[in-house]
């Protein structure tokens, strides 16, 4: 039983990673906040409405993942802008 929870655990977080990539590369900026802002949204609903306490052990893996959101958001950003900028490159040699 426990194996099947940690192998849906990170079968889920490789979607939302996934998806989190693939909205970053879009030619609409903010569809990249969309998992982030979900995220975000989540886990105030989880802190408000659940007995979770406020420490540093609750707190600091919820950081962690808003900056990991964050980080793919970014790169993804500079990926599509490399990726559009090699595109007029090449319709400019041919």
Do not use: H
């Amino acid at each position: 039983m426990l194996f099947v929870k940690f192998i849906s655990t990170c079968g889920l977080t490789l979607f939302i990673s996934g998806m989190q990539k693939y909205l970053s590369t879009r030619k609409n900026w903010l569809s990249g906040a969309i998992v982030p802002i979900l995220t975000v949204g989540i886990l105030a609903i989880l802190f408000s409405f659940t007995k979770v306490p406020f420490s540093f052990e609750t707190l600091a893996p919820c950081a962690v993942l808003i900056a990991l959101e964050l980080f793919i958001w970014v790169d993804g950003r500079f990926q599509y802008k490399r990726m559009e900028i090699r595109k007029m490159k090449a319709k400019d040699i041919a």
